[in-house]
């Protein structure tokens, strides 16, 4: 937890907005809390760039947020995000570059999957009970002007992470042209193909009770319903729709008191929320009133954390592996070999806890790839494991598993001399060390059948034995253990053996 | 079998070269292969010479035997299936040798006659190729014997076992290592003669040929090629083969084995076996052979599910086996079905309304058709990037009656159903050449209007007529519910026809 100034800038696609708080031994005062509407993502949706104008008009803006910064004396202590609004402008280079020289802002652009974690954290450290819902099945939502992102949780995995271009927004200008009277109906035949595209990523038979909402759209939706609790109810939400739907946007504006650009988003905004409450099948949506930046300020300056991380990516890890129809009896015995093995090598590997997740996770999902096709699996799991996107999980730590899925059969040192041979020394030898654990712990079930119970390691003057106490001799393993063993010996300059007892022998 | 509910079969295949173990898991109608294990036995060694298993061939036969029983267990198989083929049948001390496997690994290995073993690689050729409306011959070169399967318009018309075996042949003709020309020749004429009994003629236009000699020509050609493809099926043409016959026949067996991408101990064997190919060639007079990996435990395999009661889809559908694997493939990366087979019905319509115009003939239909059926597999994955996805998993799924190139071009189609257009920067595009790139485009193009005319999932346009006029093309639908989101996104998806047409497309 960090004390002092802390400031967030979020660029959205319809609005710009700035937060700065000031935290104190863990208390938080807000100082600041400034809104800019400007849809910025209007060029971005329509024409796919932002325009030379709207460039300027941005720079401007932010020049004031600026002398914000400066009046709080923020130097560093501040995040600036860009969502989807620049993330999707083919010249997003351009405009952050112009807005560095220009203000001095150094802009980031934040992926949908961090977006939609950091989200979750708030929401997470929001909401009283949020772990009982990530048991039951949750789905977070936070419907922007240019996208919806969505994480699914149930059963403490994260079992969906994504986001969906079907923003307010863009909906607004894909079915601009449709006459006002039926356009209601476009937007709901065409939110509902989002939650069949979130169906057929989830799997069949994925329940879920919850819906949490997290989006700069909610207060728009609060200033017209203004709930007493933290939640809508459905029937309003159907009262206001059915209301509005066949209204031209400045009655709506008028009758509701709300700002023309809100208007105009108003109806795709309660499609959403009713289709996605459809989907839940809940008759309530539950939401936060922290808005972004505030989020982003409480994240970044470490005020906020996810509590349960670790073991919501291992469940997550499991559950992909299950997807793929993994030999989960076999990943669980690689892993239990390969995390005892972490700890008696610990003297000779020095890596810490982030590798050892890593190892587990390579030991879970190293043979997904037979789903594709048993030959090469290996190069099968790598591709699957890319693919991964777990929120909050660096793509770093992802890729280092896919190497050493790619690695834990085969000959390692030929993927770094054909492949591998531009990476940098210290990441050659972090999955060398690895993939030399990992391949002695699958090597150790090669068989499948839990042949080896047990085993103790000890280092000695020139060797290291693995003593395993076994159930039936284990032809399979000590020819795996051979075979699979030569690169331990070329990582760490000292050979492995295993000895094997057979037990009540 | 109800939905999601699998089990493991383990089939083994002896043969006078190798021993195979192929452990398969069977769900949902479809199955794939978990494990292949091969231990080169070479039982025809000691059969082709002596008449029987020696000892020591006896303890190597157990010994493996036991290893494949843990394989199998290990993989909680519903038991073994194990056949063996001519070595066995031709060994004095067959009764003998089937006595102690059965004792010491508890495993009762059936000999099978050539005719069963022709049959059960039919069942292999049928789940691998599209037979209807062709003659095709199998030849299955195995060590001792070779069967020869004539197919004809996916049925199986007659089948003969000869002792033409790779191993049989090298051991009765070859003296000398490397070859006499005059060895050579008088293996050959051998070969004319054995083979009339099984009538080949022109009339045959598709050879494949399988066995472990054969699979190690085609990877040897594909290893020459640089063409990486693992795949089930591969083709080689004669040209190839009558080089590989020329200069494998002037080297000695170490010559032979420093050749890459050949096995060593197919060495002296790999010759006899290229030979009889090729005169298999000759008689049909067809430009090269396809080889099927696995041929015979392939069909063991199917034949094993077969006695568990479950028919596989492809076998009560010969007339199209190409598309019911791929429903299979479809099925196995869950995709939506009916929406998917709407939308390969839209694209039909389109093609055969626009195949003029665009100037596509021939395969370009069954290449559409597949890309049309399996786009979105790649959804099994992630949503987001699943066009990239569905490249990779249909690049890498065996899909049957396509050549490799065709699968290639299948994926690009795939690949680029949605918005985004090839760039420079994608090589799986621009190594493509020109005229397939142009294919492609025109595919795609066709493929992205068939799914905007079903956007909503909800199959609203039943079916679709296509006009095509002086300056314009007009789409005419029929529809049976509100087509607002299709008439928008054909409204977007239409600039790739509308450019390659040179015509605007309209939707009425």
């Not at chain 1, 401007?60 to 914000?68: A, D, P």
């Not at chain 2, 101990?265 to 099927?292: C, H, K, M, W």
């Not at chain 2, 709407?342 to 055969?352: G, I, Q």
């Not at chain 2, 493929?447 to 300056?471: P, Q, Y």
Request: one cysteine or more.
């Amino acid at each position: 937890m960090k004390n002092g100034v802390f400031a967030a800038i979020n660029i959205g696609a319809s609005a710009f907005r700035m937060h700065i708080s000031e935290y104190v031994e863990g208390e938080e005062r807000v100082l600041e809390y400034l809104i800019k509407p400007f849809r910025l993502g209007k060029d971005t949706f329509s024409k796919g760039y932002i325009s030379l104008e709207n460039v300027y008009l941005a720079t401007e803006i932010l020049k004031k947020f600026k002398e914000k910064l400066d009046e709080y004396n923020v130097k560093k202590n501040y995040k600036a995000v860009c969502t989807s609004g620049v993330r999707e402008a083919v010249n997003r280079a351009f405009f952050i570059d112009h807005i560095r020289h220009e203000t001095g802002i150094e802009l980031e652009i934040i992926e949908p999957a961090n977006e939609i974690y950091i989200k979750y954290v708030g929401v997470k450290n929001d909401i009283e009970d949020f772990g009982e819902y990530e048991k039951d099945g949750v789905l977070i939502a936070n419907i922007s002007s240019g996208n919806v992102a969505l994480a699914v949780l149930k059963d403490e995995q994260n079992i969906y992470s994504g986001a969906l271009p079907y923003g307010s927004l863009r909906l607004r200008r894909i079915f601009g042209e449709i006459p006002r009277i039926s356009r209601y109906k476009a937007y709901e035949q065409y939110v509902k193909k989002m939650c069949y595209s979130v169906d057929t990523s989830i799997g069949k038979g994925n329940q879920l009770k919850h819906f949490v909402s997290a989006c700069s759209s909610l207060n728009m939706l609060i200033s017209i319903l203004k709930p007493k609790k933290n939640l809508f109810r459905k029937a309003e939400l159907v009262q206001l729709y059915e209301s509005i739907k066949q209204v031209p946007r400045d009655n709506i504006m008028n009758s509701l008191g709300i700002r023309k650009e809100e208007a105009s988003v108003l109806l795709p905004t309660l499609v959403t929320y009713l289709t996605l409450m459809e989907y839940v099948g809940t008759n309530t949506v539950e939401f936060t009133r922290q808005s972004f930046p505030h989020t982003l300020s409480l994240y970044y300056a470490k005020n906020i954390r996810d509590k349960g991380f670790v073991g919501r990516v291992r469940n997550t890890i499991y559950g992909l592996g299950r997807r793929f129809n993994m030999d989960e009896k076999h990943a669980q015995t690689t892993v239990r070999f390969a995390m005892q093995l972490f700890e008696k090598l610990s003297p000779i590997h020095s890596l810490g806890r982030r590798e050892k997740l890593m190892l587990e996770a390579a030991s879970i999902l190293s043979d997904v790839g037979n789903y594709i096709g048993s030959k090469k699996h290996n190069q099968h799991s790598y591709y699957l494991i890319q693919s991964i996107e777990i929120p909050g999980l660096e793509r770093e730590f992802v890729k280092i598993v896919s190497y050493l899925a790619l690695m834990h059969n085969g000959d390692v040192e030929s993927w770094f001399e054909n492949k591998y041979n531009y990476f940098p020394m210290e990441k050659q030898l972090l999955i060398k060390k690895l993939v030399s654990i990992l391949r002695i712990a699958d090597a150790m079930d090669a068989s499948h059948m839990n042949l080896i119970d047990d085993f103790d390691v000890d280092i000695l003057h020139g060797k290291i034995v693995v003593s395993a106490k076994c159930k039936k001799t284990p032809f399979l393993e000590k020819l795996a253990f051979e075979e699979k063993g030569q690169i331990f010996m070329d990582t760490f300059g000292i050979p492995i053996e295993m000895d094997t007892r057979i037990l009540y022998d | 079998m109800g939905t999601g509910e699998s089990f493991n079969v383990a089939v083994v295949d002896i043969g006078s070269n190798s021993l195979r173990l192929q452990i398969s898991e069977v769900k949902d109608k479809s199955y794939k292969i978990l494990e292949d294990y091969k231990e080169m036995l070479r039982l025809g060694d000691s059969i082709y010479t002596q008449g029987y298993f020696t000892p020591e061939v006896i303890d190597r036969i157990v010994e493996t035997m036991k290893g494949v029983k843990k394989l199998a267990e290990s993989k909680d198989c519903k038991g073994i299936r194990a056949v063996a083929t001519a070595a066995f049948r031709e060994a004095d001390n067959l009764v003998e040798t089937l006595i102690r496997v059965e004792d010491e690994c508890g495993i009762q290995i059936e000999v099978i006659s050539g005719e069963e073993e022709a049959r059960l690689t039919y069942l292999a050729a049928t789940a691998n190729f599209e037979l209807s409306n062709r003659k095709a011959v199998v030849v299955d070169i195995g060590g001792g014997s070779t069967e020869y399967t004539i197919i004809n318009n996916g049925k199986l018309e007659s089948s003969i076992s000869l002792p033409l075996g790779c191993n049989r042949l090298m051991r009765e003709f070859f003296e000398t290592d490397p070859p006499t020309s005059a060895m050579l020749l008088k293996m050959k004429e051998h070969i004319i003669q054995t083979q009339k009994e099984v009538g080949l003629g022109r009339d045959i236009d598709m050879v494949i040929c399988t066995g472990g000699s054969m699979n190690n020509i085609a990877v040897v050609k594909h290893n020459r090629d640089k063409v990486v493809r693992d795949s089930n099926v591969k083709y080689v043409e004669r040209n190839f083969l009558k080089k590989f016959i020329k200069s494998l026949g002037q080297k000695s067996y170490k010559e032979r084995v420093k050749t890459e991408g050949l096995e060593e101990r197919r060495g002296d064997l790999i010759l006899p076996a290229a030979i009889q190919s090729d005169l298999v060639l000759n008689e049909t007079g067809a430009r090269g052979f396809y080889t099927l990996y696995g041929g015979l435990r392939s069909g063991l395999t199917i034949d094993t599910i077969n006695k568990l009661g479950i028919e596989l889809p492809f076998q009560n559908n010969t007339e199209n086996i190409r598309f019911s694997r791929l429903m299979e493939i479809g099925n196995k990366f869950d995709f939506d079905e009916p929406s998917a087979v709407h939308v390969r019905n839209l694209a039909k319509m389109l093609y055969d309304g626009l195949k003029d115009e665009l100037d596509l003939d021939g395969r370009d239909w069954i290449i559409l058709e597949a890309a049309s059926l399996l786009r979105d597999v790649g959804k099994h994955i992630t949503y987001t990037k699943h066009h990239k996805h569905s490249y990779y998993l249909i690049k890498h799924s065996e899909l049957v009656g396509y050549s490799a190139s065709e699968v290639e071009l299948i994926s690009n189609v795939a690949r680029y159903h949605r918005k985004s257009p090839p760039k420079e920067s994608h090589a799986d595009f621009t190594g493509l050449v020109e005229e397939e790139q142009t294919k492609v485009l025109k595919l795609v193009a066709i493929l992205r209007v068939a799914i905007a005319l079903d956007r909503s999932h909800k199959g609203f346009i039943e079916s679709i007529d296509v006009c095509i006029k002086e300056n314009e093309v007009v789409i005419t639908a029929k529809q049976t519910g509100d087509i607002a989101m299709e008439i928008r996104d054909f409204q977007l998806k239409k600039e790739l026809l509308d450019t390659l047409l040179n015509k605007s497309v309209v939707l009425v």
